[in-house]
């Protein structure tokens, strides 16, 4: 299991909620930590791939049980 | 100031052709994939969470002037982004229930008038491009390509006081789901299928096959087998007057044979169809197909319908004298298949059932019927 600076439990929030969440947490944390976020929305996976690429952060690992989806995501610069 | 748009307003307005700029907030790939089509459209596609940090770069971008609407998938991030848009004093609309509502928002258009008091309408899923038929005469009811939007159906056929007699699937469809059995279920009306189309299918049906007559109320509904998109594919005629073509011939295109995946064997079929079988009917039958792709197919009421004879001196797909030329146009360079094509065939064969939000997500996305 991969390790994490901090955890957003996102579950049960729809579209925009995740990625607002995630932005905003990713905002108090230092470049280099890692973010796990849980989400069961769907339509996060496409956008939080495409956010984290726009933002220059970085993906390291993504997981789907079919319920919940969860991603590890580096700070970057 | 924000409002909210229905699709139904949208509808109206893609069939009237108005002038609207849509700022599309969903991810690039899902806009290039599909989005709301009219004559008239100008887009911005600026995702979502781009927007987080404010809007007003974005303002810049906007123009001053005319009515804008904000588009996303389900309409939560649309609003938010209305919402700054209306404290930066830009005035904007969100589309309720976003692309999602859109892909399955039907419009109820009246075609014609059949002989003795009869009425054909066409159901149009403009976010989608799928085309239902009701045939309404003397208090029955027919229905032709249904999508799995029964409900829309039902109430329509309610509010004109007709009863469900007869629920047809033209051919197997792989883009969409079907309503007919549903309907057929709920209504005790009969449902028909192509039996060369149901070698798999898992449930009982009733077969519409070659020079079958069906009565509904004072209108008739004549069937012609027309193989070739797939090897079951029925057209039916109505009353002499309209020529319901399924997936073998649109409007600006023909249909692709390959769609289960035997293009080669099918093609020798379709040539036959569009060349022989159709060319022996009359030129002044109205073609009503199952599917449209692009909006310059659709006319100016919003429906989508043209003569046979116009569409045989117009139609690029029916005019390919070389037999080898035809059968590249139909076998080569083919869009890539309509999204979830093959769980779509296995749900309209029976064999699966997923629940309704699976069914949604199958659907998203434009269909891709025709060779182009």
């Known amino acids: 299991m991969m390790e994490a600076d901090q955890m957003l439990d996102a579950k049960g929030l729809s579209c925009p909620m995740p990625i607002v969440k995630t932005k905003k947490t990713m905002d108090t944390m230092e470049p280099g930590q890692v973010l796990e976020i849980h989400t069961t ?32 995501i580096r700070k970057g610069e | 100031m924000i409002k909210e748009m229905t699709t139904k307003e949208l509808a109206r307005k893609v069939i009237r052709a108005e002038p609207l ?65 209306a404290e930066a004093g830009v005035d904007s609309a969100y589309l309720r229930g976003g692309m999602k509502a859109w892909s399955e928002h039907l419009e109820p258009l009246k075609v014609g008038d059949l002989p003795d008091g009869g009425e054909l309408f066409q159901f ?7 085309l239902s038929y009701m045939v309404i005469s003397k208090g029955e ?97 109505i009353d002499d007057i309209f020529l319901m073509t399924g997936d073998i011939l649109f409007i600006d295109s023909i249909g692709r044979p390959d769609l289960a995946g035997l293009a080669e064997d099918w093609v020798s079929d379709l040539r036959e169809t569009l060349y022989d079988r159709y060319k022996e009917l009359v030129g002044n039958l109205v073609v ?22 116009e569409l045989y001196n117009e139609n690029h797909g029916l005019n390919i004298d070389n037999e080898q030329e035809f059968r590249k146009l139909v076998t080569e360079h083919l869009p890539p298949q309509p999204n979830a094509y093959k769980d779509i065939r296995k749900i309209n064969m029976g064999k699966i059932s997923p629940d309704e939000e699976m069914q949604r997500e199958m659907e998203i996305g434009p269909n891709r019927c025709a060779v182009r």
């Open chain 2, 288 to 309: 009503l197909p199952a599917h449209f792709m692009i909006m310059d197919e659709v006319n100016e009421d919003g429906t989508i319908a043209r003569k046979l004879g």
């Open chain 2, 124 to 130: 149009v899923r403009y976010g989608k491009g799928c």
């Open chain 2, 21 to 85: 700029f849509i700022l599309d907030v969903r991810n690039a790939k899902d806009f290039v994939d599909w989005k709301v089509e009219g004559k008239n459209i100008n887009y911005l596609n600026v995702p979502y969470f781009e927007l987080l940090e404010g809007v007003d770069k974005l303002v810049h971008d906007l123009p001053k002037e005319g009515e804008i609407l904000v588009v996303c998938a389900k309409e939560g991030s649309s609003k938010m982004v209305a919402e700054m848009l």
């Open chain 2, 141 to 237: 009811a027919a229905i032709i390509d249904p999508t799995r939007m029964t409900g829309v159906f039902l109430d329509f056929a309610k509010e004109k006081g007709a009863i469900i007699k007869h629920v047809f699937d033209t051919h197997l469809h792989a883009d969409h789901i079907s309503g007919g059995r549903k309907l057929a279920e709920v209504t005790g009306a009969t449902y028909y299928l192509p039996p060369n189309d149901a070698d798999e299918v898992q449930y009982d049906f009733t077969s519409v096959e070659d020079g079958m007559q069906i009565i509904v109320g004072n209108s008739k509904i004549n069937t012609i087998y027309s193989p070739g998109h797939t090897i079951g594919s029925t057209t039916f005629i």
């Open chain 1, 41 to 72: 929305d769907k339509g996060a996976k496409a956008d939080l791939t495409a956010w984290t690429k726009t933002t220059g952060h970085e993906m390291l690992e993504q997981t789907d049980d079919g319920d919940v989806l969860k991603f590890w």
